[in-house]
């Protein structure tokens, strides 16, 4: 695919030189050196990413992509697919998301990646590959040109944002896509299911057993090859992860700053970073999220949570709440006198 060849070879790593030539500067600031913590490090993340001391986070957006899994119909969740309706709550104003958005000033992209019955209106952005995904407990969940076609549209959604705003944060909708992420998470980690299967939409006791259970058929019946992520994402994926699994890689090549959301889209970003491990360099882990594996996939990845506040809800909701504490970030470098500029002040 040739989009995915020319992101691919994009893709660079953050210049350290911006990092350390940060970290002097914040070092300057009306503060005790390191005073901010973790606020320290998201400043000289942002100015590594943009090579600048002076990094903009003003225009932010959330890409809300949104899709059905067929693996529904083996009752992994407590609702059928009804993902549709669930996005027409968010395209009418209604959602938790639309609230979060709000606060942060972020736009809102809403995109149906696959669904089975997707709200009408203008608003909803259409990179539909088919309705929903197959049943991958029986069977690989998309064909392999259908996945390539879910990436190929996220890494040119990425390149359009990219053009447009300074931060983008990554959100999913879709009945059934914890199971996905775990059976990605299970496979690229290689620990057992059970380590990083959650309740999801709220499962537990047998109903969360036989979650695992399907998903280990899922990983038994596909046999997915851990060192083709490809592979991997087609037959255990969902349309939603792959095409933010492109939005990730296409961001990552236009030096963009995204901001992952929880368990679905750092299920993504594990993809991501299997196709090309630099692409890391350009994500913030929004949020630690209450689902089991979140926690090993955001070591695996190597990223820090900015906040961890037990969420579980997805919707971008998590990476919209960190972008307030990235935005203090970038405010700092803008904003904060040095020492030597407040000891000089009347």
């Not at 998201?42 to 949104?66: F, H, M, N």
């Amino acid at each position: 695919m040739e989009s995915l060849e020319k992101v691919l070879t994009a893709i660079r790593t953050v210049d350290i030189e911006w990092i350390k030539k940060a970290g002097k500067y914040l070092d300057t600031l009306a503060m005790p050196p390191g005073a901010l913590g973790d606020i320290n490090s998201i400043a000289a993340k942002l100015c590594g990413i943009q090579r600048t001391l002076k990094p903009s986070t003003e225009k932010k957006v959330l890409a809300l992509c949104a899709a059905d899994h067929g693996v529904v119909d083996q009752g992994v969740s407590k609702y059928p697919q009804i993902t549709g309706a669930i996005v027409n709550t968010a395209l009418s104003g209604g959602a938790a998301i639309n609230s979060f958005c709000e606060q942060a000033h972020c736009e809102l992209k809403v995109i149906d990646c696959g669904l089975v019955s997707p709200p009408s209106g203008e608003e909803l952005m259409d990179l539909s590959i088919a309705d929903g995904t197959n049943d991958f407990s029986q069977g690989p969940a998309m064909r392999d040109a259908q996945c390539l076609k879910a990436l190929d549209n996220g890494i040119k959604y990425g390149e359009y944002l990219s053009r447009h705003y300074d931060l983008v944060g990554l959100g999913e909708m879709g009945i059934g896509n914890t199971s996905s992420a775990s059976a990605l998470a299970a496979v690229f980690l290689g620990v057992s299911v059970s380590d990083v299967t959650g309740p999801g939409t709220g499962v537990s006791g047998d109903a969360l057993n036989h979650k695992i259970a399907v998903i280990e058929q899922a990983i038994k019946v596909n046999s997915p090859d851990k060192n083709n992520a490809l592979d991997v994402l087609a037959k255990v994926g969902g349309f939603e992860i792959a095409t933010m699994t492109g939005l990730i890689l296409g961001l990552a090549a236009a030096s963009t700053p995204v901001v992952l959301d929880g368990f679905i889209s750092s299920a993504a970003a594990l993809a991501a970073m299997e196709v090309k491990p630099e692409c890391m360099d350009f994500c913030f882990a929004g949020h630690q999220s209450a689902e089991p594996g979140h926690r090993l996939v955001l070591d695996y990845l190597k990223l820090t949570p900015v906040v961890k506040m037990d969420m579980r809800l997805g919707e971008g909701t998590g990476a919209v709440l960190a972008m307030n504490s990235i935005q203090v970030a970038a405010n700092i470098m803008n904003n904060m006198f040095t020492l030597d500029e407040a000891l000089k002040l009347p």
